[in-house]
T-cell receptor, first 112, second 111 residues
């Protein structure tokens, strides 16, 4: 099976712009979750989707949003980018329940 | 406040040696604890998942232990290899199903 695919791999944006990141989960996985990773804060949970419904949300401002499509693919959107949004954004998929998360290799976002 | 703390922050060992990484958490109530390995430039890879009732779980040369009473976990790596050089992240899930991540231990294995 193909692993979790995230696109693009790298992205450079300017403060104030918006960005959309994409995640294709492992085939058959209905749960997709998103994480932000920075050197200072480590990994932080953003949100989780299961069968197109947001099931859980972390403590991030409303500028961070996501959605999941009927084929389980997911997108994450960040509006009005700030310098502090520069980070590695990771997506993970699973079958749901107490099973391992399978992570993609992330999208490295740099905001200038 | 729910927190996960890992020690040491970084560790250098010689190839073939064993090492133990520590994880202390304050997450309550507790659901499960996970260890992940993250190579530079890659996403984390799951090593183990342990629930309240499990004390030990192994995955090859990796053995995780859990003491839910003292809220402590350890990851023991046996006969280290150069490919073990990575960051090791301890993750705890509470009853809200949200994952709380430790900041990781960076392990470097030298020949």
């Amino acid at each position: 099976k193909a692993g979790v695919t995230q696109t693009p791999r790298y992205l450079i944006k300017t403060r104030g712009q918006q960005v959309t990141l994409s995640c294709s989960p492992i085939s058959g996985h209905r749960s997709v979750s998103w994480y932000q990773q920075t050197p200072g804060q480590g990994l932080q949970f953003l949100f989780e989707y299961f069968s197109e419904t947001q099931r859980n949300k972390g403590n991030f401002p409303g500028r961070f949003s996501g959605r999941q499509f009927s084929n389980s693919r997911s997108e994450m959107n960040v509006s009005t980018l700030e310098l502090g949004d520069s980070a590695l954004y990771l997506c993970a998929s699973s079958e749901g329940g107490l099973v391992a998360l399978h992570f993609g290799n992330g999208t490295r976002l740099t905001v200038t | 406040k729910n927190q996960v703390e890992q020690s040491p922050q970084s560790l250098i060992i010689l190839e073939g040696k064993n090492c133990t990484l520590q994880c202390n958490y304050t997450v309550s109530p507790f659901s499960n604890l996970r260890w992940y390995k993250q190579d530079t430039g890659r996403g984390p890879v799951s090593l183990t998942i342990m629930t309240f009732s499990e004390n030990t779980k192994s995955n090859g040369r990796y053995t995780a232990t859990l003491d839910a009473d003292t809220k402590q976990s350890s990851l023991h790596i046996t006969a280290s290899q150069l490919s073990d050089s990575a960051s090791y992240i301890c993750v705890v899930m509470g009853n809200t199903d949200k994952l709380i991540f430790g900041t990781g231990t960076r392990l470097q294995v030298f020949p």
